[in-house]
């Protein structure tokens, strides 16, 4: 069973340019979650999509955008590129789970996009 | 905003010896989870802790829920090598929508 995957690995973009980060959720999870981690710091919350919709959103600004595709997996797209946008990436997927009575949704976090902007 | 704290951020030990990190958050939840980071990689689940008084193991880590006291602790138990990685905490307050992840503590196990 394939975890969650990511591509790409490593990405170096300039200011100002576009990027697509893409996410294969594990099998059997219909929901993606997207962070940014720069160095040193814990993962910080973009966005969750669900039913190809962004169910929830963090602190981030608009340039930080997303897709759901219809077989779950998901694209992370950010404009206009600042050096402050250098972070890894990483993707979670989930599916809801319950164990006497209470329902949660632990997230399995992919190997991660690392980006650098120069 | 919620905001979820650990500490310490820094841990050196010696192994062979006992210690144990905290994470404390500051708005209501029940379900909290553990996760290990080694430098460079993804993030990997330790632990699932979905109630009050809530306690769950795994070799020498031992991970535990107050949700009164809103903390949250993970003891390690006669520390080896091996468990040295950079340990964070996330609260959930949405059934999983949004994962709040605390600051971190980089632990290194000194021979």
């Known amino acids: 069973d394939a975890g969650v995957t990511q591509s790409p690995t490593h990405l170096i973009k300039t200011r100002g340019q576009q990027v697509t980060l893409r996410c294969s959720p594990k099998?059997?999870?219909?929901?993606v979650s997207w962070y940014q981690q720069a160095l040193g710091q814990g993962p910080q919350f973009i966005f969750q999509y669900y039913e190809e919709e962004e169910r929830q959103r963090g602190n981030f600004p608009d340039r930080f955008s997303g897709h759901q595709f219809p077989n779950y997996s998901s694209e992370l797209n950010v404009n206009a590129l600042l050096l402050g946008d250098s972070a890894l990436y990483l993707c979670?997927?989930?599916?809801?789970?319950?164990?006497?009575?209470?329902?949660?949704?632990?997230?399995?976090f992919g190997p991660g996009t690392r980006l650098t902007v120069l | 905003e919620l905001k979820v704290e650990q500490n310490p951020l820094f841990l050196s030990m010696q192994e062979g010896k006992n210690y144990t990190i905290y994470c404390n958050y500051s708005t209501t939840s029940d379900r909290l989870y553990w996760y290990r980071q080694d430098p460079g990689k993804s993030l990997e689940s330790l632990f699932v802790l979905l109630s009050n008084g809530a306690v769950k193991q795994e070799g020498r880590l031992m991970a535990s829920l107050d949700t009164k006291a809103r903390l949250s602790t993970l003891h390690i138990t006669a520390a080896v090598h091996d468990l040295s990685a950079t340990y964070f905490c996330?609260?959930?307050?949405?059934?999983?929508?949004?994962?709040?992840f605390g600051t971190g503590t980089s632990l290194t196990v000194i021979p």
């Open positions: 099998s059997g999870h219909d929901t």
């Open positions: 979670a997927s989930s599916g809801g789970r319950a164990t006497s009575g209470v329902s949660y949704n632990e997230q399995f």
């Open positions: 996330a609260v959930d307050i949405f059934t999983g929508n949004q994962f709040y």
